[in-house]
């Protein structure tokens, strides 16, 4: 363990295809949240040994623990070679010199430990890998932003690819989709509730002179009480009145589905379900059961529903 940290910023590493179908598709994820767009394989990789802290808190695992088996995992091609950055050396260079940590783990090599940690990185749910690669540059400032009651001012990739936006907000809370996939930043802007997914923010600037906005209990509560109901996804999403008919199949997997499931308000005859929530999050939902529930109401979503039929019909004709 003398040797921990080899000064040599070029290094071989052998991962697993699970690792490494896990970053590649990391990198396409998280490409929104960069700075310029693009996360190349080495610079997400440095960001992830940068990010880890082995001890978090009053947590001995770090932000994940670390399991020595991992670093068996070997397959035969599996070998690249990548450049540490500065800020990665930096990080390594510290844990050489940290006893405790040495101490507690038999890492006999630089590479050895950032095998181990990208093993145990890709094995976690893509909530904890979200909270790893935002932590520093997305999520601490929102946290402390929160605490301090400040605004923020937020440059965001929306869904169109090509615009991106400077927002200034109120931010309320980060919460997790209902799915436990993303996390959202819930924020006040302009008076509306907006969320803000997490991995598209580029950067985060709290505005520390100008104090965020003060809601009130009834508002703040019947902001949990949506997310409760729609999740974050939907929670901006104007709530109407759809009516749905379901096979005997579709009615056994409505009731035994989870993601993006709307509740149901009213039960007619013949499996007809009344709900109350927004189109989109019904389109999420219900697009999938294809012939076991049909939209009877209301016409707009009716039509839409098969416009998206008939536009995939073609592609099998």
């Not at 699970?18 to 396409?28: G, R, V």
């Not at 940590?101 to 181990?116: A, E, V, W």
């Not at 893509?126 to 946290?143: G, S, Y």
């Not at 906005?213 to 508002?219: A, F, G, H, P």
Request: aromatic letters at 12%; hydrophobic letters at 35%.
């Amino acid at each position: 363990m003398k040797e921990f940290w080899v000064e040599n910023e070029h290094i071989n590493l052998n991962l697993t295809s699970l690792a490494q179908k896990t970053i590649s598709a990391d990198c396409e994820i998280f490409s929104a949240s960069s700075s310029n767009g693009i996360y190349t394989r080495s610079t997400f990789i440095n960001q992830v040994i940068t990010n880890y802290d082995y001890k978090y808190g009053d947590n001995d695992d770090g932000d994940f623990p670390l399991d020595k088996n991992l670093i068996r995992l070997k397959e035969r091609g599996s070998y690249f070679k990548m450049r540490l950055n500065k800020d990665a050396i930096d990080k390594l260079t510290k844990l050489g010199s940290d006893s405790s940590f040495l101490n507690k783990h038999d890492f006999h090599s630089c590479p050895q430990y950032i095998k181990c940690v990208l093993e145990a990185y890709a094995r976690l749910p893509f909530i904890q890998r979200e909270e790893l690669i935002l932590k520093n540059r997305i999520i601490e400032p929102i946290k402390n932003a929160l605490a301090r009651k400040q605004m923020l001012s937020i440059k965001y990739k929306g869904k169109n690819k090509d615009k991106d936006e400077e927002l200034k907000v109120s931010p309320i809370r980060i919460v997790p989709a209902k799915e436990g996939t993303f996390q959202y930043l819930i924020a006040m802007k302009d008076n509306s509730v907006i969320p803000l997914r997490l991995s598209r923010i580029q950067w985060v600037k709290p505005l520390r002179h100008e104090h965020a906005i003060d809601i009130s209990d009834d508002i703040n509560k019947q902001i949990i009480d949506s997310l409760a109901e729609y999740g974050p996804t939907f929670i901006k999403e104007p709530v109407v009145k759809i009516k749905v008919k379901f096979t005997d199949n579709g009615l056994a997997s409505y009731k035994y589905s989870v993601i993006h499931r709307p509740m149901h308000v009213a039960v007619e005859a013949n499996n007809v379900y009344v709900f109350k929530c927004s189109e989109m999050q019904a389109k999420y939902f219900f697009f999938r059961f294809v012939g076991d529930a049909t939209i009877l109401e209301p016409a707009s979503l009716r039509d839409e529903f098969k416009k998206l039929y008939e536009s995939g019909l073609k592609n099998y004709n």
